[in-house]
């Protein structure tokens, strides 16, 4: 099933389980049980807490902000433009630095969401 849209379309609304994040929905496992799409808004200061996915391999692309990342066992920094891919069960986090909330693009396959 065919999908085309526009990223400044997709309605952000408040995450389920985290403060200070909203959460966008693309694509979800309704639609295509195989991939999830997301779009992560996360504010100056916030901080995803270190987690793992059991199934889903977790793929992101920074849209806009800078931060850090908790993938192989330490914080490394992340800007616009990275892409980070985190395999299942291995422990990942995110914390936004810096005045500018962190946009993300996320793929989780199989659908996370």
């Known amino acids: 099933m065919a999908?085309?849209?526009n990223l400044n379309e997709v309605e952000m609304k408040p995450h389920p389980k985290f403060e200070g994040?909203?959460?966008g929905f693309?694509?979800?496992k309704e639609r295509h049980p195989e991939l999830s799409i997301i779009v992560l808004e996360i504010s100056p200061g916030v901080e995803v807490p270190t987690h793992t996915h059991e199934r889903e391999i977790d793929s992101i692309l920074t849209l806009?902000?800078?931060g850090e990342v908790f993938i192989d066992?330490?914080?490394q920094p992340f800007k616009k433009g990275d892409v980070i891919v985190i395999g299942t069960k291995e422990v990942h986090g995110v914390r936004v630095k810096?005045?500018?909330p962190a946009k993300c693009y996320i793929v989780h396959a199989p659908a996370l969401w």
């Open 3 to 5: 999908l085309k849209i």
């Open 21 to 23: 994040v909203k959460i």
């Open 26 to 28: 693309i694509t979800t």
């Open 64 to 66: 806009e902000g800078e």
């Open 73 to 75: 066992n330490n914080w």
């Open 98 to 100: 810096g005045n500018s």
